[in-house]
């Protein structure tokens, strides 16, 4: 929606979407494909400008998330953090996903 008259509403996900979050940059957003305790996958849409009105790109699926309560980026934008549950014993270890955008990127890089 438009801010901060509201008028203007925007569809971005396809199928609905859980938890969006916007980029610090207010150019992108993510959001969890389906409920978040369920397994699903990471989303990003990215806006983009033409003829100076607002539009997005099609969503494009980043990585798969299994049963994690809620997420947040970094202040670069580099990393995600996931709040998940451990139901067999407490947490002893921490996972830490780096170079996930090269990863993706390198991923969706046409085969030549």
């Known amino acids: 929606m438009s801010f901060p008259d509201l008028a203007a509403k925007q569809q971005i996900s396809r199928d609905g979407g859980y938890r969006p979050k916007w980029s610090r940059d207010g150019q992108e957003v993510f ?6 305790q ?6 990003r849409a990215r806006r983009a400008t033409s003829g100076g ?7 494009t699926a980043l ?3 299994s049963r994690v309560w809620d997420f947040d ?4 934008g580099t990393s995600f953090y996931f709040a998940a549950p ?12 780096v170079n996930w955008v090269q990863e993706t990127l390198a991923d969706t890089a046409p085969q030549r």
């Open 86 to 97: 451990n139901p067999d014993a407490p947490a002893r270890e921490l996972n830490v996903v």
């Open 53 to 59: 009105t607002i539009a997005w790109q099609e969503p």
């Open 31 to 36: 959001f969890f494909d389906r409920f978040i």
């Open 73 to 76: 980026l970094a202040p670069d």
């Open 63 to 65: 990585f798969e998330v």
């Open 38 to 43: 369920s397994s699903g996958r990471m989303m």
